[in-house]
């Protein structure tokens, strides 16, 4: 079946650092990769897409690359904010219509 | 007012009664999901809808019932609630299946 891994542990870093989050896939080939963003209460807010022929994508402070040969997904923050902080979240297609997501990972930015 | 809702936010009920979750979007949108959130396990769809009268399960449908009788609204009911059906209940909706997913702001279910 399928298996998605986001490091269950906490990630924390420095303001102004590059936060780092992966995502591993198993037993399927996605066609779409997302990134959500999910504060406590509220919802997963969508941040990014990216398709399996595309490696890199971007927006503002966030870049996302997708290897599906590795079976994984980077997500980056740069310049990080205290903002910032919340758990992201992946998901991948399963087919057309279906999107199994992680567990996510907590991000915490330190002033 | 524009975007999805769900409602209630909150609700307690007891172990054999029937609870229906509401939610409903303003967009038109096509797609409907809707997903679980339980520690341990991220969030995962129960059911989804492609469009009015179209619903397909996801990866945890057994206890649920869903149904789509217009595209604004897509219910979800839990025949007989079981105390393994306490979790968060978020809806989404999406104009394709596989663009971005706009969620609600979730329902905290508790069975005692």
């Known amino acids: 079946s399928q298996k998605i891994e986001q490091n269950s542990e906490a990630l924390n870093i420095q303001e102004g650092k590059t936060a780092t989050l992966t995502c591993n896939y198993t037993n399927y080939s996605p066609a779409y990769l997302q990134w959500y963003r999910q504060d406590p209460g509220r919802g997963p807010v969508f941040l990014l897409l990216?398709?399996?022929?595309?490696k890199e994508k971007r927006k503002e402070r966030l870049k996302v690359t997708f290897d599906t040969t590795l079976k994984q997904s980077l997500f980056h923050i740069t310049a990080s904010q205290p903002a910032d902080s919340a758990t992201y979240l992946c998901a991948l297609d399963m087919n057309f219509n279906k999107f199994y997501f992680g567990s996510g990972t907590k991000l915490n930015v330190k002033p | 007012d524009a975007g999805i809702t769900q409602s209630p936010r909150y609700k307690i009920t007891e172990t054999g009664r029937q609870v229906t979750l509401m939610c409903h979007q303003t967009w038109s949108h096509s797609y409907m999901f809707w997903y679980r959130q339980d520690l341990g396990h991220g969030l995962r769809l129960i059911y989804y809808s492609a469009a009015a009268d179209i619903t397909d399960k996801g990866e945890v449908p057994d206890g649920y019932v869903v149904s789509r009788s217009k595209t604004e609204n897509f219910p979800l009911t839990l025949e007989s609630a079981t105390r393994s059906q306490t979790s968060v209940y978020f809806c989404?909706?999406?104009?394709?299946?596989?663009?971005?997913?706009?969620f609600g702001p979730g329902t905290r279910l508790t069975v005692t």
């Open positions: 990216i398709r399996e022929n595309e």
């Open positions: 989404a909706s999406s104009d394709q299946g596989v663009n971005e997913q706009y």
